[in-house]
């Protein structure tokens, strides 16, 4: 069920991408127009936004009303979306779309705090974003089909019944915020409690290096139907391979909850960092050794296992990045969130801007992320890589 509702986030994003060239031509953009990499962009800067109020709410309220509320904004936000008569007003709607994302996505983080800590807690993230990784694998041919059949408008009405099945399905959630853990909404309070979670090294560190990662995978989403289209002329496969890549993706995250009990989640993530750095230096040289058009196949399986080691980054540094807040989980989740996806989406939207017809500026994103990645880490780490999970 928190796979379900984490991946109404993703949901709201790979459900459409397939839909931006009839969005352009509805709204009278030229064929190669990256303004439709904007809805990607508001989305996620609302969703990061309201972060920030969802976290507060769901540690006064509890984890239930946080969620049926995001549902319903959420909801609306798609509709909205759907009956938009202009790009501005897309744009408006799907920033409201992403503030109601948001309520859904701080309270399955919490509960998993709420409920583990530890190793356990890092298997059981790992298989609720590998759910939600599997997602594109099925949501950019699902907007196909719907496509296929009604307009553009229809692909966003979705996400609408979505959103509805899994409020019914919620319905059973048991609450799990502990009682002696409730906070009250008073505005010295919640400030002490955000100042606890950006107190902590670890918590800062992780949050660092989860919005720089974040950045340039945002950009990916955003800009990879131009790229497979404009760069490589196939715009028809584009389905396809990111679904792909996607499902890969998703078995790395799988493959993590099963190992990183055993392999200790400090040591999967600080491995993980320096093979994510090595390929995107191998995705520069690939780039540039070929004027930054290389050869399509070589591009996709460089990109794969790039993708691949983020899969294994993300899930475990969020989970380490949570687990000394077990006291303002909602809170951490929501400073965690609002940090890596703001932060994220606006370095994402400014390599979007970057594009010139190669895959050089994304390429080199994925370097200077893997750098940034490294010595945030080494910062937060004291220098000590490779130790089991500690406190503080």
Same mark, same amino acid.
């Given at each position: 069920?928190?796979?379900?509702?984490?991946?109404?986030?993703?949901?709201?994003?790979?459900?459409?991408?397939?839909?931006?060239?009839?969005?352009?031509?509805?709204?009278?953009?030229?064929?190669?127009?990256?303004?439709?990499?904007?809805?990607?962009?508001?989305?996620?800067?609302?969703?990061?936004?309201?972060?920030?109020?969802?976290?507060?709410?769901?540690?006064?309220?509890?984890?239930?009303?946080?969620?049926?509320?995001?549902l319903a904004i959420y909801a609306l936000g798609a509709m909205a979306s759907?009956?938009?008569?202009?790009?501005?007003?897309?744009?408006?709607?799907?920033?409201?779309?992403?503030?109601?994302?948001?309520?859904?996505?701080?309270?399955?983080?919490?509960?998993?705090?709420?409920?583990?800590?530890?190793?356990?807690?890092?298997?059981?993230?790992?298989?609720?974003?590998?759910?939600?990784?599997?997602?594109?694998?099925?949501?950019?041919?699902?907007?196909?089909?719907?496509?296929?059949?009604?307009?553009?408008?229809?692909?966003?009405?979705?996400?609408?019944?979505?959103?509805?099945?899994?409020?019914?399905?919620?319905?059973?959630?048991?609450?799990?915020?502990?009682?002696?853990?409730?906070?009250?909404?008073?505005f010295g309070r919640v400030v002490r409690a955000a100042r606890f979670v950006?107190?902590?090294?670890?918590?800062?560190?992780?949050?660092?290096?989860?919005?720089?990662?974040?950045?340039?995978?945002?950009?990916?989403? #955003?800009? $990879?139907? @131009?790229?497979?289209?404009? %760069?490589? *002329?196939? =715009?028809?496969?584009?389905? +396809?391979?990111?679904?792909g890549i996607a499902a890969v993706m998703g078995t790395a995250m799988m493959?993590?909850?099963?190992?990183?009990?055993?392999?200790?989640?400090?040591?999967?993530?600080?491995?993980?960092?320096?093979?994510?750095?090595?390929?995107?230096?191998?995705?520069?040289?690939?780039?540039?050794?070929?004027?930054?058009?290389?050869?399509?196949?070589?591009?996709?399986?460089?990109?794969?296992?790039?993708?691949?080691?983020?899969?294994?980054?993300?899930?475990?540094?969020?989970?380490?990045?949570?687990?000394?807040?077990?006291?303002?989980?909602?809170? #951490?989740? $929501?400073? @965690?969130?609002?940090?890596? %996806?703001? *932060?994220? =989406?606006?370095?994402?939207? +400014?390599?979007?801007?970057?594009?010139?017809?190669?895959?050089?500026?994304?390429?080199?994103?994925?370097?200077?992320?893997?750098?940034?990645?490294?010595?945030?880490?080494?910062?937060?780490?004291?220098?000590?890589?490779?130790?089991?999970?500690?406190?503080?």
């Amino acid at each position: 069920m928190l796979a379900a509702i984490m991946a109404s986030t993703a949901l709201g994003i790979d459900l459409m991408l397939p839909a931006f060239g009839d969005i352009r031509e509805a709204f009278g953009l030229a064929d190669d127009s990256t303004a439709v990499a904007g809805i990607v962009t508001a989305y996620f800067i609302g969703m990061a936004l309201a972060q920030v109020i969802w976290g507060p709410i769901a540690d006064r309220f509890g984890r239930k009303p946080t969620l049926f509320a995001g549902l319903a904004i959420y909801a609306l936000g798609a509709m909205a979306s759907a009956l938009a008569p202009s790009l501005n007003v897309l744009y408006a709607a799907r920033f409201f779309w992403g503030m109601g994302s948001a309520g859904p996505r701080v309270m399955a983080l919490a509960v998993v705090r709420d409920t583990h800590e530890g190793e356990e807690m890092a298997r059981v993230m790992s298989f609720i974003m590998a759910i939600f990784i599997i997602v594109p694998v099925i949501a950019p041919s699902l907007g196909a089909a719907i496509l296929a059949i009604a307009s553009w408008r229809w692909v966003f009405g979705f996400a609408v019944i979505y959103a509805a099945g899994i409020a019914l399905w919620a319905t059973r959630l048991p609450e799990s915020l502990h009682p002696e853990y409730r906070l009250d909404l008073e505005f010295g309070r919640v400030v002490r409690a955000a100042r606890f979670v950006v107190s902590n090294r670890q918590t800062l560190g992780y949050t660092l290096a989860l919005t720089v990662l974040f950045g340039v995978f945002s950009s990916y989403l #955003a800009s $990879s139907e @131009i790229v497979f289209g404009d %760069v490589f *002329g196939r =715009a028809d496969q584009f389905p +396809i391979v990111f679904g792909g890549i996607a499902a890969v993706m998703g078995t790395a995250m799988m493959a993590n909850g099963l190992v990183v009990k055993s392999f200790g989640v400090r040591r999967l993530v600080h491995t993980a960092a320096f093979g994510y750095l090595l390929c995107a230096a191998s995705m520069v040289w690939v780039s540039v050794m070929a004027d930054g058009v290389p050869v399509f196949g070589l591009f996709v399986a460089v990109l794969a296992v790039q993708l691949v080691l983020y899969a294994l980054l993300f899930p475990n540094m969020n989970t380490i990045a949570m687990d000394p807040m077990g006291s303002v989980a909602g809170m #951490a989740a $929501s400073v @965690i969130g609002l940090a890596s %996806v703001a *932060g994220g =989406a606006l370095l994402g939207s +400014i390599l979007d801007r970057a594009f010139d017809g190669t895959v050089g500026p994304l390429s080199i994103g994925f370097l200077l992320s893997g750098v940034a990645t490294l010595v945030i880490v080494l910062w937060a780490e004291r220098g000590r890589l490779f130790q089991p999970l500690h406190r503080g």
